[in-house]
């Protein structure tokens, strides 16, 4: 149907008119969507790495509690899992990127396909403890970005009721770091109810959905590690060297 402008009436449909006119595009650059990357066959065979972040240093931390039993269904689920310790961790700045564990830090980042974050709520928002190894985490290194296009899942612990500010500050940092985020999150009240004198898991709805979300952060690890560059190739940044790229997300003069 095509509708045209009379006097007096806005344009509602102009199905006919080609809107193929593109001048300022570099075409050296432009690319049509590749169908055989996206769908082709043979990928990885190896099993899944994920990392798994938390966001407490306390004897009985309850989001390393919960991250330990999302790390025993993905281990079930025939994943690779590595939980940092954030223990002794710097503050971002405060030492070289050489120290060891800002480098073991980086290098679990490296080598993971996916990654877990689960973070107590302190005041409204995700933990110090957290927020510290993510800001570890370079955006860029040597022109790669070491986060993007793999897959990330959130999760929370909450003292008191319950809550999703820190679910939603953490997709943030997801989306910033270019972190393909899950749809499905966990958010656990009262977590020190949701637990056993040993530090396990009750069972409850709270277990369920954390089985829920991890089963659903593995499915989306499959389904896009093998494509992950192909899903993130930018036309912006093919225009880009590597040399422009680190300095434009270089952050140590903030």
């Keep these: 149907m095509n509708m045209t402008k009379n006097e007096n009436e806005v344009v509602v449909n102009q199905s006919d008119k080609v809107l193929s006119d593109t ?3 570099d ?3 432009f690319r049509q969507i590749d169908r055989q990357q996206l769908f082709g066959v043979g990928g990885a065979s190896h099993a899944p790495r994920l990392l798994l972040l938390y966001g407490s240093l306390r004897e009985k931390s309850y989001s ?3 991250t330990e039993e999302a790390a025993r269904v993905l281990q079930r689920l025939g994943a690779q899992t590595r939980i940092f310790d954030p223990s002794d961790l710097p503050m971002p700045d405060s030492v070289d990127a050489s120290h060891p564990k800002v480098a073991e830090l980086r290098e679990l980042v490296s080598w993971s396909e996916g990654m ?8 409204g928002a995700m933990s ?3 927020k510290n190894q993510i800001d570890w985490i370079p955006l860029s290194l040597g022109g790669v970005r070491p986060t993007q296009g793999k897959t990330l899942a959130v999760m929370q612990v909450c003292g008191g009721s319950q809550s999703f500010n820190t679910v ?4 943030i940092l997801g989306r910033w770091m270019r972190l393909l985020t899950i749809p499905n999150q966990s958010s656990v009240p ?10 396990r898991m009750l069972p409850s709805a709270y277990y369920d959905r954390m089985v829920d979300v991890v089963e659903e952060l593995l499915r989306f690890t499959l389904l896009t590690r093998d494509i992950k560059e192909h899903l993130v190739d930018r036309y912006s940044e093919r225009k880009e060297t590597h040399t422009e790229l680190a300095g434009r997300v270089n952050q140590k003069s903030i």
Excluded: K, T
């Design 23 to 25: 001048p300022q595009i």
């Design 27 to 29: 075409e050296a650059q």
């Design 64 to 66: 390393r509690l919960m």
């Design 116 to 123: 877990l974050w689960c973070s107590p709520e302190r005041h």
């Design 128 to 130: 110090a403890v957290m």
């Design 168 to 171: 939603n500050q953490l997709r």
């Design 190 to 199: 009262r977590a020190y109810e949701q637990f056993d004198e040993a530090g």
